[in-house]
Antibody
Framework: EEELLESGGDLVQPGGSLRLSCAAS????????MSWVRQAPGKGLEWVSR????????YYADSVKGRFTISRDNSKDMLYLQMNSLRAEDTAVYHC??????????WGRGTLVTVSS | QSALTQPASVSGSPGQSITIPCTGT?????????VSWYQQHPGKAPKLMIY???KRPSGVSNRFSGSKSGNTASLTISGLQAEDEADYYC????????????FGTGTKVTVL
């Protein structure tokens, strides 16, 4: 069974940095693109970033461009999101998901990032 | 890229059918048949219900169906059941420009 498990969420001050991880199991990891999708408390889903299967192509939402960096280590079946210059509006549960272009499936349960002083 | 527009809430009685519209633009829903729908229960991860406008993944009830006309996609739930009460989000591919994907604003489905 395919499974994704995020980690790394924490309370961080505005302007700070955090690195999220997503461990994949039961997935032929390097064949598929992966995305991060976030959900602010009580709000809807927002796509954040996408990385191709090889890691050679990356894409970002305008809201995080220049501050967040997506990467992957196919030898370890791991996906990452380096988040710098964090703002209060980045507070959200961050989900990783297998990205098939026409849909996201499966999703991880998410990890909570809180940006507050 | 603005979020796709969905009604904040839709309700129906058990056994009834409801339809959730998802309105985008010619840059997303209107151009690409890459619309998907997700169900999310409180505190849970989103679950794929429909992809490529109208395809149903294995294991998803055939009470769920999708369609598209112009810039608007729709999710229909027939034979509404208590377990269908959840939040529903549409999502469209939007090209490799400023935002690869755009999600809908979300709809709370209430079973009366």
């Amino acid at each position: 069974e395919e499974e994704l498990l995020e980690s790394g969420g924490d309370l961080v001050q505005p302007g700070g940095s955090l690195r999220l991880s997503c461990a994949a199991s039961g997935v032929t990891f390097n064949k598929y693109a992966m995305s991060w999708v976030r959900q602010a408390p009580g709000k809807g889903l927002e796509w954040v970033s996408r990385i191709s299967g090889s890691g050679g192509s990356t894409y970002y939402a305008d809201s995080v461009k220049g501050r967040f960096t997506i990467s992957r280590d196919n030898s370890k079946d791991m996906l990452y999101l380096q988040m710098n210059s964090l703002r209060a509006e980045d507070t959200a549960v961050y989900h990783c998901a297998k990205d098939r272009l026409d849909h996201f499936d499966p999703w991880g349960r998410g990890t909570l990032v809180t940006v507050s002083s | 890229q603005s979020a796709l527009t969905q009604p904040a809430s839709v309700s129906g009685s058990p056994g009834q059918s409801i339809t959730i519209p998802c309105t985008g633009t010619s840059s997303d829903v209107g151009t690409y048949s890459l619309v998907s729908w997700y169900q999310q229960h409180p505190g849970k991860a989103p679950k794929l219900m429909i992809y490529e406008v109208s395809k149903r993944p294995s294991g998803v009830s055939n009470r769920f169906s999708g369609s598209k006309s112009g810039n608007t996609a729709s999710l229909t739930i027939s034979g509404l059941q208590a377990e269908d009460e959840a939040d529903y989000y549409c999502c469209s591919y939007a090209g490799s420009g400023t935002s690869v994907y755009v999600f809908g604003t979300g709809t709370k489905v209430t079973v009366l």
